[in-house]
């Protein structure tokens, strides 16, 4: 990267601090400590600020109602609550929103910027680049988070990468960014993809430096399908497991219920036996740990059923597996049906079980299947 020299004043007190780092460090000249000490001080402040993004389609999220508050009342209590300052709104604004704000919120707790015409959320984001300095939160205010976000923000200071991105896990990965993580370093990061190897998704919470908009210009316009992809690939992104309260307003994403985490705990347990990519021992600890949740609020957690579950799901497995590879002509038709007879029983089983596992502990509802092989 090109330098350019600079001329500055410093009194005698921090000229001896400069000299004494410098002398206890490899570094061989004040110009090189000056500029390293900037940049962990700029690196390491931890984020005063936090931007809001939501689209004008969704901007009724929002004002929804969940515990008592609306979800923007709870995204600017969250922010509050952990030091946050500043809190910028970016959505293409009319009288109308700016009056339902104005309604739940104090006047000035929240700046809104207009940005006139929605193109995504990195060309949203590049309207603040010259409010942004150092470390700053970003929201996709269609989601609502509740989680211990200093851990988040302590693993961001202490890596100093460009994003560590909130993620959590789901059973339908191509509603969101899917992640896969090598430790805790993004190595991909796929947007709303039909088929997804990973089950790892965005908690839609990041915290950025502000470094990243090196990688955003006017034509840029989203971080999740143009700017994230780039930082897995520079392994300039890090993830972080909210292992909190998580919702997507739009979908009512609440949390797992214990009969569904079995299960992908079951299926997950099958995938790192039969497939071994390292990557998917760390879903199984976040589903895990999910499980472990429910047994700390003293809610029962039979192994008996997760034995059950995980001995169904694999005969599921290797009666499927075959089909899956493509491989119905050589099977032969008879026998295709006579596995898709048994794989309908199997599943059975499995609703039944689950089902079984929500009527003991209460949480969750009975799964039933409509028009389905299983019925």
């Known amino acids: 990267m090109k330098k350019r020299k600079i001329a500055i004043s410093l009194n005698n007190d921090t000229l001896d601090l400069v000299d004494e780092f410098m002398g206890k460090s490899s570094l061989s000249s004040r110009s090189q400590a000056i500029e390293h000490l900037i940049n962990r001080a700029v690196n390491k402040d931890p984020p005063r600020k936090a931007v809001l993004l939501i689209r004008d389609k969704d901007q009724k999220y929002l004002f929804e109602n969940f515990a ?40 000035g707790e929240v700046k809104i910027v207009d940005e006139i015409v929605s193109k995504g959320t990195a ?31 302590s693993q961001h200071l202490k890596n100093q990468n460009i994003a560590t991105i909130g993620l959590i896990s789901a059973p339908d990965p191509e509603k969101s960014g899917s992640v896969v993580l090598d430790g805790s370093y993004i190595v991909s990061f796929k947007e709303k993809q039909f088929h997804s190897s990973s089950n790892v998704i965005s908690a839609g919470i990041y915290i950025l430096n502000s470094r990243i908009f090196s990688l955003i210009n006017l034509k840029t316009r989203s971080l999740e399908e143009d700017v994230f992809p780039i930082l897995a690939k520079n392994r300039s992104a890090q993830g972080f497991f909210t292992f909190g ?49 429910y047994k700390e609020r003293g809610i029962l957690v039979s192994e008996e059923w997760i034995q059950k579950l995980y001995e169904i799901n694999g005969k599921m497995w290797d009666l499927e597996y ?34 079984g596992i929500a009527e003991i502990t209460g949480s969750g509802f009975n799964d039933i299947k409509m028009n389905n092989a299983s019925e």
């Open 68 to 107: 008592g508050k609306t979800i923007l009342e709870h995204h600017v209590t969250f922010l509050k609550e952990n030091n946050i300052k500043e809190i910028y709104l970016v959505t293409k604004t009319s009288e109308e929103f700016n009056a339902s704000t104005l309604r739940i919120l104090r006047d």
């Open 245 to 293: 309260k998580f919702l997507h307003i739009p979908d009512k994403m609440m949390e797992t219920p214990l009969a569904e985490l079995i299960d992908r705990y079951s299926i997950m347990r099958l995938k790192v036996e039969r497939i071994g990519d390292s990557y998917l021992n760390n879903e199984l600890e976040v589903i895990r740990h999910s499980i472990n949740k």
């Open 123 to 153: 060309a949203a984001l590049n309207l603040l680049r010259d409010k942004l300095f150092g470390n700053f939160i970003v929201i996709n205010a269609d989601t609502f988070n509740d989680f211990n976000i200093k851990k988040m923000i």
């Open 322 to 355: 075959d089909i899956r590879k493509g491989k119905e002509g050589e099977l032969g038709l008879e026998e295709v049906g006579r596995r898709a007879l048994l794989i309908r029983d199997l599943n059975k089983q499995r609703i039944s079980v689950k089902n």
